[in-house]
């Protein structure tokens, strides 16, 4: 959405942009409740990261490359190797 809203031009893409960072931090403020802050955190960073640029590949047609989805596949594991090091 942020994309979209043109530099918080346009009136309903910026309102889906406060709504969306809203819901995030609401999410990130829910897990600290049972996840430690520098596991939440890079967890909330790293799934944020891969989805975007994962919604930039099938929405805006960005291009992908090996480094790209090594990049992304790199990302994945982290945040998989994270949550698994607070169990």
Same mark, same amino acid.
């Given at each position: 959405?942020?994309?979209?809203? &043109? $530099? ?7 309102? $889906?942009?406060?709504?969306?960072? $809203?819901?995030?931090?609401? $999410? ?14 890079? %967890? ?10 994962? %919604?930039? %590949? ?28 607070? &169990?």
């Amino acid at each position: 959405m942020l994309k979209l809203s &043109d $530099g918080f031009k346009r009136l309903y893409p910026t309102i $889906g942009v406060i709504v969306g960072l $809203g819901l995030a931090f609401f $999410g990130l403020a829910l897990s600290l409740e049972t996840i430690p802050l520098g596991t939440a955190y890079s %967890i909330w960073a790293g799934a944020g990261t891969a989805l975007t640029s994962l %919604i930039g %590949i099938v929405m805006y047609k960005e291009s992908v490359s090996l480094p790209k989805i090594a990049g992304l596949t790199f990302i994945i594991v982290g945040v998989v190797l994270m949550k698994l090091a607070t &169990d």
